[in-house]
């Protein structure tokens, strides 16, 4: 099979590479000069354990390269994976597909035949229509399908995940744009992972609810930091209580000073906001985000308090 990768960043770089891996024709196409000229004369631009090794090995064997040409990527290709940057808009916390919607449209003019358009990238529920809208609009009479394939990498062990995923979402709804990615990933399948196969709906809000609730799970564990610290009670000890219970499971139970990273802050932002559009405001995600802002405060000032008052002249 082959494919094309719109965005070399950190998931659309993973993802490529781990096709690659698994027998796939992958072209990547990065418009970032800086980056693009890094990834072709073999420099790694993030950093994670053993990509730069199966980036280079692919390379050689000629299954994984890098340009800018979008024209020449999606020649020939059975889909094209839409992995650019979703930042949190600047005022309101949605999501901003700005990059999406116009590499949406530059994948239409580009294409000369039928393709599986997917999403890679975290998008809003309802992106994947407005994205075959787009498309509808640049070509009238283009052939194409559009499917949502979110990720679930996590910084470290994202290599890992991709090749032995605790699951594979992909939201499509023609049987044919579902044979096309079934093949794609049918050596994930060989080893037993689960394909789950749903709505174009379902497969963007999954990606939300996964992070939302495991931003809330952090945040738990924060609050009962607190209340330990309070009652004479040891959270680690806590957390290791209700943690061997097989129903909650002893990941995320580390208490410190609130989750922070690319995706939770974003993701549980992005979350609240589609809630509240579409009328069904999630408490829940409302209170987790207010309850982290409010715990980094609390720890930030801990810290000066720690100092005497003043962390000015102080380098920490």
Same mark, same amino acid.
């Given at each position: 099979?082959?494919?094309?990768?719109?965005?070399?960043?950190?998931?659309?770089?993973?993802?490529?590479?781990?096709?690659?891996?698994?027998?796939?024709?992958?072209?990547?196409?990065?418009?970032?000069?800086?980056?693009?000229?890094?990834?072709?004369?073999?420099?790694?631009?993030?950093?994670?354990?053993?990509?730069?090794?199966?980036?280079?090995?692919?390379?050689?064997?000629?299954?994984?390269?890098? #340009?800018?040409? +979008?024209?020449?990527?999606?020649?020939?290709?059975?889909?094209?994976?839409?992995?650019?940057?979703?930042?949190?808009?600047?005022?309101?916390?949605?999501?901003?597909?700005?990059?999406?919607?116009?590499?949406?449209?530059?994948?239409?003019?580009?294409?000369?035949?039928?393709?599986?358009?997917?999403?890679? #990238?975290?998008?809003?529920?309802?992106?994947?229509?407005?994205?075959?809208? /787009?498309?509808?609009?640049?070509?009238?009479?283009?052939?194409?399908?559009?499917?949502?394939?979110?990720?679930?990498?996590?910084?470290? #062990?994202?290599?890992?995940?991709?090749?032995?995923?605790?699951?594979?979402?992909?939201?499509?709804?023609?049987?044919?744009?579902?044979?096309?990615?079934?093949?794609?990933?049918?050596?994930?399948?060989?080893?037993?992972?689960?394909?789950?196969?749903?709505?174009?709906?379902?497969?963007?809000?999954?990606?939300?609810?996964?992070?939302?609730?495991?931003?809330?799970k952090v945040t738990f564990i924060n609050e009962m930091a607190d209340l330990c610290e309070r009652v004479?009670?040891?959270?680690?000890?806590?957390?290791?209580? /209700?943690?061997?219970?097989?129903?909650?499971?002893?990941?995320? +139970?580390?208490?410190?000073?609130?989750?922070?990273?690319?995706?939770?802050?974003?993701?549980? +932002?992005?979350?609240?906001?589609?809630?509240?559009?579409?009328?069904?405001?999630?408490?829940?995600?409302?209170?987790?985000?207010?309850?982290?802002?409010?715990?980094?405060?609390?720890? #930030?000032?801990?810290?000066?308090?720690?100092?005497?008052?003043?962390?000015?002249?102080?380098?920490?």
């Amino acid at each position: 099979m082959r494919i094309a990768m719109i965005g070399g960043g950190y998931v659309g770089l993973v993802s490529g590479a781990c096709f690659a891996d698994l027998g796939v024709e992958v072209a990547v196409v990065e418009t970032d000069a800086a980056k693009l000229d890094a990834l072709q004369n073999g420099r790694i631009p993030i950093y994670e354990p053993g990509l730069d090794r199966l980036v280079a090995e692919n390379v050689a064997a000629g299954r994984l390269t890098f #340009s800018d040409d +979008l024209a020449t990527a999606v020649a020939g290709v059975e889909a094209v994976f839409i992995a650019v940057g979703t930042p949190t808009r600047r005022g309101d916390g949605h999501a901003d597909v700005s990059y999406v919607n116009a590499a949406a449209e530059q994948v239409a003019r580009a294409l000369t035949g039928y393709a599986v358009v997917v999403t890679k #990238s975290t998008v809003p529920v309802g992106t994947g229509r407005r994205i075959a809208q /787009i498309m509808r609009h640049a070509r009238p009479e283009l052939e194409f399908d559009v499917a949502s394939n979110p990720e679930f990498l996590r910084e470290g #062990s994202a290599i890992g995940d991709f090749m032995r995923p605790d699951r594979v979402v992909i939201g499509a709804e023609s049987e044919r744009a579902r044979e096309v990615l079934r093949r794609l990933y049918r050596p994930l399948y060989l080893i037993e992972a689960p394909i789950l196969f749903t709505s174009l709906e379902t497969a963007e809000l999954t990606k939300y609810a996964a992070n939302s609730f495991l931003a809330m799970k952090v945040t738990f564990i924060n609050e009962m930091a607190d209340l330990c610290e309070r009652v004479g009670a040891d959270v680690q000890d806590v957390a290791r209580g /209700i943690g061997l219970d097989g129903r909650i499971g002893r990941k995320f +139970l580390n208490a410190g000073p609130g989750f922070g990273g690319s995706c939770f802050p974003k993701d549980t +932002l992005a979350l609240m906001r589609i809630a509240q559009d579409w009328g069904a405001p999630s408490r829940l995600v409302e209170a987790t985000v207010a309850v982290n802002d409010a715990r980094k405060s609390a720890m #930030s000032a801990r810290i000066v308090q720690a100092f005497g008052g003043s962390v000015h002249p102080t380098i920490l």
